[in-house]
């Protein structure tokens, strides 16, 4: 059977982190979508790495780490990753495989995704510039390279007729800003760089590991309210995000997922444009930003921040069948006199519990429950008995709000400072 882990808000919930925490119990770790646009962040032993296609569980020598088929991958990024996975011991030679059909970002593509927000202007999507979006579009259109063709005599070929394509649109664009060459000479010395790894039909590798009674736990990018079927569209990410995308990003059957653990803020974040209902652009959304050092972890971007949604977390809740929830950042609101949640949406002068269908075309008005807030220094807590009561009432009323447990409590983003809750374990 498989766990899924995933993030429930608008991406930068602590994922990377979990999947490091929970990695011990799984014999493999495997990304399901996204690609270098996601920023996992994991800090263990006084050190802190950022992780962006490779699987959180790369530091765990006996775990398998599977790039799988649903991610889109750029190889000089992925190299540069490599190397700040060495420097930290990790053996990405050993224990991290890719999906021969994985989808590769060429130079092209990163000039394309530069080249459409330009043509934006004021109206840009957000994009983090790294090729994703260009890159699914690919795939989408049928003429998309694929990992495992970096060993095939045809591959030149084939990337060639696709930068021929993409020049032409660049040049619709009329976007110059760029040199092709040196973005070529990097890209081709990574890809000679990336033949030495392991490459797999990982829709065999992982079925096979649940056919063994093996752990599998597959691992999100990206956030619930960013997919591209069910997020806040078009300011969406490319891929799917919430639980359904496991199934084709890494070739599974909805009957073998068995857990699905949902992560969250215990406030809200957003980067880049779109809506953000309970937005705080004001000194307490400043506040939460540097105390909880919201900058973006692979673009330096400052997030946007506000309180928690539990509107659109219930949504998120619903999507993906999460049976599991998973809390972050809770130390950072430690000190507030008082803290805010939505419980509902005002539109049109009417109450709603339902997350619009457009809401980027909707004014919506986020109707408050207020909290007393605590004061205490809950990031040095070691277990609930620990925590203040105010902060206890503060997850007994997403619990029963959500109607699901929250089984994890993050003070920190050390590895150590998690809270198992309700004495469960996922």
């Known amino acids: 059977m498989i766990d899924v882990v995933l993030g429930l808000q608008w991406g930068d919930e602590g994922k990377g982190k979990i999947a490091d925490f929970l990695t011990p119990k799984y014999d493999l770790v495997a990304r399901f979508q996204g690609g270098p646009n996601a920023g996992h962040s994991l800090a263990f032993n ?18 398998i780490n599977v790039i799988g088929n649903g991610v889109v991958v750029d190889p000089v990024r992925i190299k540069e990753e490599i190397a700040r996975v060495e420097e930290m011991r990790g053996n990405p030679l050993k224990n991290l495989v890719f999906s021969k059909k994985a989808t590769i970002i060429l130079p092209t ?18 994009s983090t510039l790294r090729g994703i979006t260009p890159a699914y579009r690919d795939k989408i259109g049928r003429t998309a390279l694929f990992m495992g063709e970096i060993f095939s005599d045809h591959f030149i070929k084939h990337y060639e007729q696709l930068k021929k394509t993409h020049l ?21 010395d990574a890809v000679e760089f990336l033949k030495k790894f392991k490459f797999d039909d990982t829709e065999y590798l992982v079925n096979e590991s649940c056919a063994k009674g093996l752990k599998v736990l597959g691992e999100g990018a990206q956030g619930s309210m960013l997919d591209i079927d069910f997020g806040s569209y078009p300011y969406v990410t490319s891929s799917n995000t919430i639980s359904g995308g496991i199934c084709s990003g890494l070739g599974v059957a909805p009957s073998k997922v068995k857990n699905v653990s949902g992560i969250f803020k215990a406030y809200c974040t957003r980067v880049g444009s779109g809506p953000f209902p309970t937005e705080l652009d004001n000194e307490i959304g400043e506040l939460l930003r540097q105390k909880g050092f919201e900058f973006g972890a692979t673009t330096g971007r400052p997030r946007r921040c506000g309180w928690l949604d539990l509107v659109a977390l219930k949504y998120a809740i619903m999507l993906s069948g999460v049976n599991k929830l998973i809390m972050m950042k809770a130390d950072v609101l430690s000190g507030m006199d008082t803290i805010n949640v939505c419980t509902h949406y005002k539109i049109d002068g009417e109450k709603t519990d339902r997350v619009p269908s457009n809401l980027c075309d909707t004014k919506v008005e986020p109707v408050y429950t207020e909290f007393k807030g605590w004061k205490e220094d809950i990031s040095v807590c070691k277990s609930t008995s620990e925590l203040p009561q105010t902060f206890k009432d503060y997850i007994k009323f997403i619990e029963e709000y959500t109607g699901v447990e929250i089984c994890i409590i993050s003070v920190g983003p050390d590895r150590e400072q998690t809270i198992l809750n309700h004495q469960k374990e996922l």
């Open 46 to 63: 006084d050190q802190k790495v950022v992780l962006n296609t490779i699987p959180s569980g790369i530091f765990h020598n006996n775990c």
């Open 109 to 126: 593509h990163r000039v394309l995704d530069a080249a459409s927000e330009f043509a934006r202007g004021a109206e840009k999507i957000g």
């Open 168 to 188: 032409k649109y660049i040049g619709y664009y009329g976007y110059k800003d760029f040199d092709l060459a040196a973005l070529e000479k990097e890209f081709f």
